[in-house]
């Protein structure tokens, strides 16, 4: 059985995906799992709290991606990965709740975790077209994912990857 607190980030996280982000209550999630407001507000004091716990996992993935690469490709392959295993929760809770990346500490590390993937794929003393292309490659990972959630996991990561090869031949 889920904790209470697991059990308020999976009703979030489907009410959320349903009716989106801004136009979900905290009343409502206490009342998909029978709990009052204030039971609800125990676990997580405002609703941008819902939306952190839930993003977390998804950044602490991301880190930790970037931090195990020693190499170009392994950030591009690494990133790539942990898109395609938070897919669902990318596509059902950002990209069709773009208002939730106002929250403050969820974008500002997700866009640190991005920055740091396009330095170590352009790598040292890049100019700027090679800034430019590893920005590209680090950005052409997402949006197929979230597009094609649904989709084989394997065969949407192939079609990434040789996507990306087109900026880089030498990815796996």
Same mark, same amino acid.
């Given at each position: $059985?889920?904790?209470?607190?697991?059990?308020?980030?999976?009703?979030?996280?489907? +009410? /959320?995906?349903?009716? %989106?982000?801004?136009?979900?209550?905290?009343?409502?999630?206490?009342?998909?799992?029978?709990?009052?407001?204030?039971?609800?507000?125990?676990? /997580?004091?405002?609703?941008?709290?819902? =939306?952190?716990?839930?993003? &977390?996992? =998804?950044?602490?993935?991301?880190?930790?991606?970037?931090?195990?690469?020693?190499?170009?490709?392994?950030?591009?392959?690494?990133?790539?990965?942990?898109?395609?295993?938070?897919?669902?929760?990318?596509?059902?809770?950002? $990209?069709?709740?773009?208002?939730?990346?106002?929250?403050?500490?969820?974008?500002?590390? =997700?866009?640190?975790?991005? /920055?740091?993937?396009?330095?170590?794929?352009? %790598?040292?003393?890049?100019? +700027?077209?090679?800034?430019?292309?590893?920005?590209?490659?680090?950005? $052409?990972?997402?949006?197929?994912?979230?597009?094609?959630?649904?989709?084989?996991?394997?065969?949407?990561? &192939?079609?990434?990857?040789? %996507?990306?090869?087109?900026?880089?031949?030498?990815?796996?």
């Amino acid at each position: $059985m889920l904790s209470t607190r697991a059990q308020i980030l999976d009703a979030a996280r489907r +009410l /959320f995906a349903q009716q %989106g982000y801004q136009q979900t209550s905290i009343r409502e999630i206490a009342e998909r799992l029978g709990l009052t407001k204030t039971a609800v507000l125990y676990h /997580f004091p405002a609703k941008a709290d819902i =939306f952190t716990a839930l993003a &977390e996992p =998804f950044l602490v993935d991301f880190k930790s991606a970037l931090e195990r690469a020693r190499t170009r490709e392994e950030v591009v392959v690494n990133t790539l990965d942990v898109w395609l295993k938070h897919r669902n929760l990318l596509r059902d809770n950002v $990209m069709h709740n773009l208002a939730v990346l106002s929250q403050e500490s969820v974008i500002r590390r =997700f866009t640190e975790l991005m /920055f740091e993937a396009n330095r170590r794929v352009a %790598g040292p003393d890049a100019d +700027l077209p090679e800034r430019i292309r590893a920005a590209q490659v680090i950005a $052409m990972l997402s949006d197929p994912v979230i597009a094609h959630a649904d989709e084989p996991v394997e065969r949407v990561r &192939e079609e990434v990857l040789r %996507g990306a090869r087109l900026l880089y031949p030498d990815l796996p």
